[in-house]
């Protein structure tokens, strides 16, 4: 079974400044997804980044990349020029593919990402 | 286009009473995942389905929860007889045929039993 760890409850960062959220998995397929999604007060599930496990290119969007590491199972999502509007729950996802059968969603115990002014 | 609506955004209940949770997915999405999430705790997933089928139920509690996704209509998660343990979020998300695209997520229902 597919598993998604995010093994920091809390972080801080300075407005202005870089931060590194960790996410690591463990899987027997070899073609899946990967996802961060951000979660503020609203509840709202905000998707942030994605990237396909078949592409070697790390993702982009903005000031949000990812450093993705398929032989060590691993995807962590930099936050560039941190904002105050960043501070939420960041939560790291993982999507099997289609021919699982399915296309649920593991998700991580979830980061808190606080932005000090 | 709308995004994925979920109501009621809050709901009580007493124990031993029925919830019903409902979820419009996004025009044009016809698969459909139910999540719950506790507090403090990352989304877990329940069930999956498509128009009129059960596609993936290995993360619904085998008695009390059932979901529906009709022809017509919205999607339905149901409890019965709703104990202090179902007091949590829970999400909806919807996808597109389309084995590539990811699923939007609704603002969840906060279900609480008192």
């Known amino acids: 079974a597919q598993t998604v760890t995010q093994s920091q409850p809390e972080m801080s960062v300075q407005e202005a400044e870089t931060v590194t959220l960790s996410c690591t998995y463990d899987?027997?397929?070899?073609?899946?997804?990967l996802f961060w999604y951000k979660q503020p007060p609203s509840r709202q599930m905000i998707l942030v980044i994605r990237?396909?496990?078949?592409?070697?290119q790390n993702a982009t969007e903005n000031r949000f990349s990812v450093n993705f590491q398929k032989a060590a199972k691993s995807f962590s999502l930099k936050i560039s020029d941190s904002q105050l509007g960043d501070a939420a729950m960041y939560f790291c996802?993982?999507?099997?593919?289609?021919?699982?059968?399915?296309?649920?969603?593991?998700f991580g115990t979830g980061t808190r990402l606080k932005v000090l002014a | 286009n709308a995004g994925v609506m979920q109501n009621p955004r809050h709901l009580v209940r007493r124990r031993g009473q029925e919830a019903r949770l409902r979820c419009s997915p996004m025009?044009?999405?016809?698969?459909v995942y139910w999540y719950r999430q506790l507090p403090e705790e990352g989304l877990k997933f329940m069930v999956y389905?498509?128009?009129?089928?059960?596609?993936?139920e290995s993360g619904m509690p085998k008695e009390r929860f059932s979901a529906e996704f009709p022809k017509e209509g919205p999607s339905i998660l149901r409890i019965q007889q709703v104990v202090r343990g179902d007091s949590a979020a829970y999400f909806c998300?919807?996808?597109?045929?389309?084995?590539?695209?990811?699923?939007?997520f609704g603002q969840g229902t906060r279900l609480t039993v008192v």
């Open positions: 998300a919807s996808s597109a045929d389309s084995r590539n695209t990811e699923a939007f």
């Open positions: 899987t027997s397929e070899s073609d899946y997804y």
């Open positions: 990237q396909e496990a078949y592409k070697q």
């Open positions: 996802a993982y999507r099997s593919p289609y021919t699982s059968g399915t296309y649920k969603y593991i």
């Open positions: 025009k044009g999405h016809s698969h």
């Open positions: 389905l498509q128009k009129e089928n059960i596609i993936d």
